[in-house]
């Protein structure tokens, strides 16, 4: 089965719960058939995002439109945007087949149509033998696909998934994650997801929105957020990052290890940014062997994690503290706690972020 | 495995959750509660079925006295009333309770709590008074025919036999399919609803395909009550003055016969026979349904605001239900002040003598009330919540039988208790030679038996809804078996204890099925049963009125205390669970 793919445009959402402000000026333009994540910490306003497309909260101001039809005014049972539920609200009074009719049976469509849908979508997730069962009669991981047939039945105009794969064990949710990737992309629809884990958005997102405190930090694919993150939340909720410590002076930046680091030219440094990178893009030296090609830092490792193809070594350098990653390679020397060393950092690896 | 076991068993850690170990204060609690049930409720039911199959005088065992039963026209004739009264008060209790259920759990409106609280009104007064107010507004030439015959020249016959039976249970009755079916609809998942809402259901048919039958074991636990609850009433057809029901026969026979006549206990077997039968229907409508629908994070379903015309039309169908279950609190008040109400929508004049007199003479009533009532549920919640915990958090083997022994009380109609206790009890002499049936702690522990089976609900209810790793934290932190259920498990509980409390008091102080035969002194004698003195004469239904309104008083202000300290257990507790 395939649908037609439709645009979704947030439009300036802002929503509020008395006086605690939830969503401040959302604004997002997700393209057909994408799969988009919204990527946040807890309390970050991702949830209320997701609910107020679906029609279960209010919005103070803003608009919601899907392929250039305004919804923001429908009762969630006109919307037609499909949500999947994080606790999967599979009725429990009804089979797996009653409950993927069921919407159908809302939309008085002809009981042969009803049949035909139902079993296309139980195929579509491959639980067809399971059409007579009750939910709880089902693993977790078949709720969450009979879920998803129940939705995908109506055929939506959108997709919502709320947190997919909180409900599932670690070992099961890699591989149901490539699942879901796999369906979005062989139904094409748009499909918007909800999640508080970054390598789940990384993994099988096309883009990704990082919100936090209710607004928008920054959105981009997962390697552009990698990359070129716009601030220090985006740096350090996506992978680690490493913050030098110290202050910017007329000059530059000055560590308080006393090191002068230049800023880049033609780049548009805030006031109070500090210099980040990433723990591989750094280099670990013994004290005193550094050349003088890059600037260094003194410091001494304090902690060291085995990670299996790398060596993470926690460096304390000053106040700040420093990862740093390593290839391991069976049979190499490993540096030790307490090992005095350098740390180099090339500078066009610095990320300059507030 | 066993070993360590043996070792773990004397602090009664994870393995005696893993098997079957238990310790020793949880043998002997079970035990203890045992032998309560036995000597109070297993021995007096008992004793009833064996003087029905056994033969007056000689003891051999007989059919003799069934077939009399079957045999004799009035009989048979009063099980079908019985039958047909019990199914039609579950009716008119549901068309009640159904729509004050909906609306105040569905919908967001003013005075919702209020109309919660006007509906459990009803279950504070006892039945058979609410059949004399409601006398004086429906009957033949009460203030509704009255009126109806000047204004249009005719009269209906609300209160005539049977329909004056089945009008007054309905309203007495339904507030237990309304406390049902709300707390079943508030416990169905808000993701429920609206998973069905983004499928494109909504309104009423949203309601009746998947709310409802989420609520349905709710609704099916409170239709199965109050079809048992009418079907074992003995006060409200007496004083309706009518006996061609099976209460009624049983209790006549035992009163005016004698003791020793067996037909009293045949009725009373068919009477146990019939409710067991009502409640076997029930489980086997609900058999397939285990729905613990609320999940983390949930909370009940979402209510909606509602437009200004449909806010009308809520609060004139609203109204005119308050209007009618309050119609005998009214009738009740009015009676209570009136100097002479015969033949006139309301009374000729208005006094306060009648209260006067009650406080005067009759107080020893109200301090009676007050103390069985108060003890029964008292002992009802420890029993329930020490039941309660054996069943949910030990694997002590047999806990489930006393769990079902406790809940069998329901299938035991009031008035066969009486009769049981009167049987097995007027033979044990005490101290002082009188026999311990005529002492008023036998009335305490008949009430408190006869409740037993909501408490313990409650009590239940109350525990499931703590996760057991509450406990395993504070167990894992060093704290004792017994210091556990102390310091974490009843203070968690107080909400649904405070709640078995308070049905089990309120309903005790306004019980009379049971009672009626075990008071033997006018002292002992508590409010109901006073209550039923003065309103069997024109008479006394001035001071009886009186009597009334104080009861009501009394268990309105303990039932808004209760509900005040649910409502911040339940504030409490909800700001305490961790919410995404």
Redesign the interface.
């Known amino acids: 089965m395939t649908v037609k793919a439709l645009d979704l445009k947030i439009d300036d959402i802002s929503a509020a719960y008395g006086d605690n402000v939830v969503l401040d000026g959302i604004n997002l333009d997700i393209q057909p058939g994408e799969l988009f994540a919204l990527l946040g910490p807890?309390g970050c306003g991702k949830?209320t995002l997701l609910r107020l497309i679906?029609?279960?909260a209010d919005a103070r101001h803003g608009r919601i439109v899907v392929g250039g039809k305004e919804i923001s005014h429908l009762?969630?049972?006109?919307?037609?945007?499909?949500?999947v539920?994080?606790?999967y609200?599979?009725?429990?009074?009804m089979t797996v087949g009653e409950n993927v009719a069921?919407?159908l049976r809302?939309?008085r469509l002809p009981r042969a149509e009803i049949k035909q849908r139902v079993d296309a979508a139980l195929a579509f997730v491959g639980l067809t033998s399971q059409i007579d069962r009750r939910p709880?009669q089902l693993s977790g991981g078949q709720q969450q696909r009979v879920?998803l047939a129940?939705?995908i039945a109506?055929e939506p105009k959108i997709l919502l998934l709320d947190e997919p794969l909180s409900n599932l064990d670690a070992k099961l949710r890699v591989q149901v994650r490539r699942e879901l990737r796999a369906l979005q992309k062989s139904l094409g629809l748009t499909t918007v997801i909800v999640t508080h884990d970054q390598e789940e958005a990384n993994t099988i997102c096309d883009r990704v929105a990082v919100m936090n405190e209710g607004k928008v930090q920054q959105v981009g694919t997962p390697t552009e957020l990698y990359e070129r993150p716009v601030n220090l939340f985006v740096a350090q909720f996506l992978g680690t990052a490493n913050v030098v410590e110290g202050k910017m002076t007329g000059a530059g930046f000055q560590s308080d290890l006393g090191i002068a680091l230049p800023l880049p030219k033609g780049v548009d440094v805030k006031p109070n940014a500090k210099p980040v990178f990433r723990p591989q893009d750094t280099m670990l030296i013994p004290r005193g062997q550094s050349g003088e090609a890059s600037p260094s830092m003194p410091g001494e490792i304090v902690e060291r994690e085995f990670l299996g193809s790398t060596i993470r070594y926690g460096v304390k350098a000053g106040s700040s503290h420093i990862w740093i990653d390593a290839p391991f390679r069976s049979g190499s020397s490993l540096m030790e706690i307490g090992d005095a060393v350098d740390v180099t950092v090339p500078v066009e690896r610095l990320l300059w972020l507030a | 495995m066993t070993a360590i076991g043996l070792h773990n068993n004397r602090r009664g850690t994870f393995v005696s959750r893993a098997f079957s170990g238990a310790t020793w204060g949880q043998v002997s609690v079970a035990l203890l509660i045992l032998a309560f049930l036995l000597a109070f409720l297993v021995w007096p039911v008992a004793t009833v079925v064996w003087v029905a199959f056994t033969e007056k005088g000689s003891g051999a065992f007989t059919f003799a006295n069934f077939v009399d039963f079957f045999r004799t026209d009035l009989f048979i004739r009063s099980f079908w009333n019985s039958l047909y009264v019990s199914a039609m008060a579950v009716i008119g209790a549901s068309v009640l309770a159904m729509p004050l259920a909906y609306f105040t759990s569905r919908f967001a409106f003013r005075g919702a709590g209020l109309i919660q609280i006007l509906g459990f009104l009803p279950l504070i007064m006892p039945p058979f008074v609410g059949a004399v107010a409601l006398q004086l507004f429906f009957g033949r030439n009460g203030t509704v025919n009255l009126l109806l015959d000047d204004w249009f020249g005719f009269k209906l016959a609300f209160m005539e036999g049977l329909n004056g039976v089945i009008f007054v249970q309905s309203i007495h009755y339904f507030p237990f399919i309304l406390i049902n079916l709300s707390a079943a609809l508030r416990n169905v998942d808000r993701s429920m609803e609206e998973a069905a809402q983004n499928l494109g259901s909504y309104g009423f048919r949203l309601f009746r395909r998947v709310v409802f039958p989420l609520a349905l074991p709710g609704y099916v636990a409170g239709a199965s009550l109050v079809f048992v609850k009418v079907f074992d009433d003995l006060a409200t057809p007496l004083l309706l003055n009518v006996k061609d029901m099976l209460a009624p026969q049983a209790y006549l026979r035992v009163t005016s016969i004698g003791i020793a006549d067996p037909m009293g206990y045949v009725i009373s077997v068919v009477l146990i026979v019939a409710s067991v039968a009502s409640m076997w229907v029930s489980s086997l409508a609900t058999r397939n349904i285990d729905y613990a629908t609320t999940q983390r994070g949930g909370g009940g379903i979402a209510k909606r605001k509602l437009r200004p015309w449909e806010m009308a039309l809520v609060y004139v169908v609203l109204t005119l239900i308050i209007l009618l279950v309050l119609a005998p609190h009214f009738g009740l008040l009015l009676l209570s002040f009136a100097t002479i109400w015969s033949f006139s929508p309301l009374p000729d004049g208005y006094t306060v003598a009648h209260y006067a007199r009650v406080f005067g003479e009759s107080s020893i009533y109200i301090k009676n009330t007050l103390l069985y009532a108060s003890l029964a549920g008292l002992i009802d919640i420890v029993i329930g919540t020490a039941i309660s915990y054996l069943v949910l958090r030990t694997k002590l083997i047999g806990v489930r039988g006393l769990d079902l022994l406790a809940t069998a009380a329901l299938a035991i109609p009031g008035v066969v208790l009486g009769i049981g206790y009167l049987r097995a009890f007027y033979g044990i002499p005490l101290w002082d030679g009188t026999p311990l049936a005529s002492l008023w702690v036998v009335i305490v522990i008949a009430l408190a038996i006869r409740r037993l089976p909501y408490a313990l609900r409650a009590c239940y209810a109350a525990l499931q809804q703590i996760s057991a790793s509450l406990e395993e934290a504070a167990e894992n932190l060093g704290a004792t078996k017994a210091n556990t259920v102390r310091r974490i498990v009843v203070p968690l509980m107080t909400g649904g204890l405070v709640a078995g409390f308070i049905t089990s008091f309120a309903t005790a102080a306004v019980e009379l099925s049971a009672t009626l035969m075990l008071v033997q002194a006018n002292q002992d004698a508590p409010l109901a049963y006073g209550l039923y003195v003065f309103m069997q004469s024109a008479a006394g239904r001035g001071p009886g009125a009186a009597l009334g309104v104080i009861a009501v008083v009394i268990v309105a202000l303990s039932t808004v205390a209760s509900q005040y300290v649910i409502e911040r257990d339940r504030r409490t507790k909800a700001g305490s669970t961790p919410n995404e």
């Open positions: 807890s949830t679906a029609g279960f009762p969630p049972w006109k919307r037609d945007v499909g949500m539920f994080q606790s609200a599979l009725w429990p009074h069921f919407g809302e939309r709880s879920a129940r939705t109506i």
